[in-house]
């Protein structure tokens, strides 16, 4: 079965950097679209990037210029630079096969731990 691992996470201050990592094991890597997606406290889960397997990418106009989304299909990874962060950005991190660059919906309902971002002020 699908398996996702995310890690990288961890607290910083605002302006600061991280860049997250997912390895992925159980499915064809190279043949799905995959996403970040960020879930804060009391709100829904959100899809921020995504890339297709071909490298083009697509981003919620929050992070749009702040974060990169890249992916390495011999590695089954996908990864997300994020830069400049904000406060606004604290959340927990998952990354999911998304349905197509136009329909963001997860792929698998099943969905690895996370890894949590947190930028203070």
């Known amino acids: 079965q699908v398996q996702l691992v995310e890690s990288g996470g961890g607290s910083v201050q605002t302006g600061g950097s991280l860049r997250l990592s997912c390895a992925a094991s159980?499915?064809?890597?190279?043949?799905?679209?995959m996403g970040w997606f960020r879930q804060a406290p009391g709100n829904e889960r959100e899809l921020v990037a995504r890339v297709g397997s071909s490298g083009f990418t697509k981003y919620t106009d929050s992070v749009k210029g702040r974060f990169t989304i890249s992916r390495d299909n011999s590695k089954n990874s996908v990864f997300l630079q994020m830069n400049s962060l904000k406060p606004e950005d604290t959340a927990v991190y998952y990354c999911?096969?998304?349905?197509?660059?136009?329909?963001?919906?997860?792929?698998?309902?099943?969905w690895g731990q996370g890894t949590q971002v947190t930028v203070s002020s």
């Open positions: 999911n096969a998304v349905r197509s660059l136009l329909v963001g919906a997860p792929v698998f309902g099943s």
């Open positions: 159980g499915i064809i890597f190279s043949t799905y679209v």
